[in-house]
């Protein structure tokens, strides 16, 4: 149990390094795409590090607690993520609703933090997360009940092998529309352009981030990283079939990531009602059409 | 129907309903008349309801040597191509005007900010003497000409004091070594980064 | 040995002794009350656990009790609720107009929910749900309006009614009023009639769509501390009725092949779906936290109807417990907001803010009470909601699914929603006098917190019971260690959840500690783009908190009030022609309208 | 040789370790400075360029933050007004430590071409301490992010310490804050 609990944060730090890096060269290569040198790979690293070391402000005791609250939740969440089919921390457990349900306290604490700041710009930001989140989570979990349901189980690894079974493909093949849907709900959740309502810098000051400073901040950034790697490496196990080794994983977690940030710098800004109705729109009509065609008709490819 | 015939209507409304001291016409689509305090209200009245409906801006021009201060109302019209300048002199001693909120109740503002600069009571504005643009002003109004701005910049702002010879160069900066380094960094900054 | 009888009469006498204590002295009823149904909670617990109550029947005539587990379920859970909710009872009870029979009806109706679980009688059942009503409906208009309980009862009548009909198509049928045996015996044309009698019933008491509006009227309206025994007590008594509808009977209809599900109750399901995202929208529109509450409770029950229309095992042992995580959620947020209710003298969201600097306790409570209901580890409503699911994905349930996962995400807004504007943001001048409600309050607002955790880290100890009811029920149990639940597809450890939680929550805190310590700023210290501000009124974002999401179905919210209320207006209508006709002045008309009828029926009688 | 001599042991010195700590994280300030841009005149026209492709602000580790607790310089670019300078002050106090203030053009450093104007001010450092002066009428972006190399060569060296000047001058701040804004607090219809 010990020594699952050693690899659950070893997982999460490995996560942390990892997303943290590669945002560091997407950076680069965003700045590159424009024209521009662009910064060091390591920058975000030391962002965040500076950030720990500044002296911040607090706004009373709730600001303090949603910060350690939303980090704990998210930490605790990256310690069940699984990194190839056969590593993961904690057998059998690392159920797919785990995931979702503790990302969300991670949000939770995050808005709690913000709306104690007592800022209205905060609130506002909060709500635009909120509504954001009820936007993409739907469609993304209609997807995943017909993974499940197809799948037959709701375990993380189960569902990669199934995927790398003889005779089935990866999800991303075997249900087309689904994975589209897939990947543009991941777009929502990493809070890529179209999406990004809710931190709108030039709007309404960063959203729920705008009262943070010094190690809040810090702290929300290092939150952040997780958070993007839990995402991305979902998309990975569901839709591309996870990995079977670190390489393997690695490589797939890297496409998804910068495809997304690509897609996401030629793009504006949707207003967050837009975001609402583009949602529950196509991404859920595609959705349920895939889910019943899938599970009704069974027709998979 | 041309701008002429515009002003030539502009004429006739002006002229049925007030004394014209003097007409300056400023181009083919402004126009300014100077007419007296008393007749102002009326004129604009007369000239909202020809389709003036927009009070463009209100100030006023200081004139120190005839003691006069002169409002200017400029108004425009969204159907015709004319600007229409109607200024009318009140005494600089007291100077008061009442206020044309009843007409144009966006002048709200205007007046409150000529009060602001040039100390013009406007009673029939509710709250024309709060401050709007200077917080917590201590001066005589200051857009008015006897108002130096020198004077008072130098009496409340300290000013930097700077050494007779500071123009003359440093003599660390002629070191070769320095102005070498120093367009290497320019070059640096220039390039991104390549040498 | 507790006997249920025993203990229905016990309360009865004790509701008078309360009632004659309170008018020599509030607080000593309100106290006498508190000490009553903690009797009857522990004689509960003792023996009910056991099956132990006697269920022989001495005094009271033509009554006959029986135990089983599933009635023992609801029943423990609402006396829980009940006691939690009288020690609220010294602190509020000044507040109503009609103080001393505040704790007399209170015991009643709980005296109706013992009977109610414990007969195996229908009429009795009918009569004991009768007691409820009218009990509950002399409760409610304490609070603010009489509104509420015209419309409780309206639709509480219409449950009751209907259930009546039930119960003589029954009869009619099968020729006894025993509830096993008669549902045993149903079949063909008649079991379809009475399962569709008994859940307009259900539907009535659960506040489900299409019949809930008069769920945050009531809801909204009570008194503070009665709309916790609401929402966690007495809406449960429609899931009691869901139950007996939907699993012990099972009409022979058309079964969907895809899904293995009855026609009828595949309909029911929807239903249900259609009550949690009416709930859930509705509730994210609210701006009365109660009423927020209330829309929430709706949705809560959409999923109650959901898990039991699924007829499989995982879905009742999600049904059941979302019962239980519900009911302690639902009373824990409620109460806290009573608390507040208490000393503010308003639950309107936008005229509160800040709260949490005065009562830090109260919204750790409500805290908790939202986690649970959102259903996020590690509290209870997580591993009913995971039961669900693991039932909604197992059956392919597409547009349940759309429902059910809506309602999930959208609970997080909801609930959200009074924490940020009502706890948090800015402090507000005229509450600086609050102080933390008194220690009395917080001793229910403890065991809460403590019960939202534990369900959520050990179901284990629940899900016995749970499996019983299953097996009672005629289905194989769900397999459980004292750790692990096994779902159809996926295990689930909660207690590990939780521990990885801590260690989670350990790590951040230390990384906290560590660094430097931050400075302490005044709350009205915030980014304002350089502006100074005086007002925090202005500077709280309360009011029509998710505007953009309303402007998009604020068009389409209100027709179903909008129906209600018409209904409504022709049944005034109607009342208004009967007045016209047999209340009018003159006697005359009066007694000739009386004589007629008299002789009509005469007539009647003659022929 | 080994030396005979008694040499005392290094103690733990608690100083020393924070010194230590402190330089560590100088590297990592001086490497991620991220800008609030008080963009109060002209010269904030400048920063555009700067930024984008042809300068490329990013690659020093700068970039634009939204609100001033994120910040760790404040970019006063331009002439200051006292309206304005009410609000710099109350934004340069919200900053977390360390903060730094960086000053565009000639208008902060003597009042520039607005130096006889009633409402503007001439110097800024009276106000608030200013870590780097960047002259100029307009500077151009390279001045600019010359300006912002001395900067980390400031916190490198340790000159750019203007925020303990602060905390040092405090009262002498104030006072000159004082006598030219009068109380700082504003209270008319706007502000309520």
Redesign the interface.
Known sequence: MILSIFIGISIALFGFVLQTSIGGINRKIIGRLQKRHGPRWYQEFIDIFKLLSKRSVSHGWIFDFGVIMALGGIIATAMFMPLTSTFLAFENYDNFFIFVYLLAVGMLGMAMSASGSGNPWASIGVMRALTTMLAYEVPFLIVVLTIVNLSGNSSLTEIMLYQQAAGNNIFLIALPLGGIVGFIALMGMLGKKPFETYIAPAEIASGPMVEYGGKQLGMLFILHEITIFIEVSLFVHLFLGGATNIFEFLFKYFIVYTVANLISNVNGRFKIDQVVKFFYKWPLLMAVTQAIIAIYFGWVI | MNSISNLEAVDNIINSTGKVIKKEPISDFQVAYEVNKSDVHQILTSLKLEGWKQLSYLSAVDWPEENKFELVYILLNWDKPVYIQIRAKIDRENPSMNSIIPIFPGAKYYEREAHEFFGIAFPGNPDYKKQLIMEQWDDIPPLRKDFDPRAYSDRKYPSREYPDNFSKKDKENESLEKQAKRRKRARKLRTGGEE | MASIEFLILFLVGAGIIAYLLTKLNTIVGSIFTIFTVMFVFVSLAQYGFGMDIITTVKILPGISFSQSYLGFYFAILIVFIYLMVSFFHPYFIDKYKYKDSYNLLFLLSLAGILGAFYTNNFLNLFFFFEIIIWTTMFLIPQGKSKEAAVSYFGFSLAGSVSLLLGVFVIFNSTGTFNINDSLALLSGNSAVLVFALFLIAAFAKLGAFPLHIWLPITHGNAPDPFSPVLSGALVKLGGFIAVLALIKITPATVMFR?MDIPIGHYLVAILGGLTIVFGTLMAIKEDDAKKLLAYSSMSHGGYILVAFSILNSMAFAGGFYHILAHALASAGAFMAIAAVSRVTGTTKIKELG?M??KM?IT?LAY?IAI?SM????PMGG?ISK?LI??A???K?M??V??AV??GS??S??YV?RP???LF????FTEYKHVKEAPILMLIPTFVLMGLNIYTGVFPAAFLKVINNIIVELGYTGITYTTYVIS?N?????PA??S???V???????I??IL???????E?????T????????H?????TD??A??E??YEKQSHWMTTFYRALAEKVKELGKLGKYLFMSKSLSVTLLWIISIIIFLLWGEVL | MISTKYTEKKKFNKQEIDRKWWEVGDYFRRNSLWLLMYCTGCCAIELPPSMTSAYDMERLGMGPMATPRQADILLVSGYLSLKTLRRLIYTYEQMSEPRYVVALGSCPINGGIYHDSHPVINQLDQYIPVDTYVAGCMPNPESVLNGFVDLMEGIKNKTANGWKKYHKNYDWYKKNQFDVLGEVVIDDEFHQ
């Not at chain 3, 597809?489 to 450890?493: F, I, R, S, T, Y």
């Not at chain 3, 660094?515 to 700023?521: A, F, H």
């Not at chain 3, 202005?538 to 309360?542: A, G, I, P």
Request: hydrophobic residues 55%.
């Open positions: 895809a800040g949490i600097h830090p919204y805290l986690i959102a259903g996020i580890p997580f995971w699911f693991q909604v994905i197992d392919g597409v547009f699914g759309v996962f809506f995400v959208g997080f807004l959200f924490l940020a504007a948090l943001g800015q402090e779902g597809n996926g295990v689930l450890n590990l959840i521990l990885v939680f260690v989670g929550i350990l790590i951040a805190f990384i906290f660094l430097k310590k931050s400075r302490k700023v709350l009205m210290d915030t980014y783009a350089g502006n100074f501000i005086h007002d925090e202005l500077f709280h974002y309360s908190f998710y953009p999401l402007r998009l």
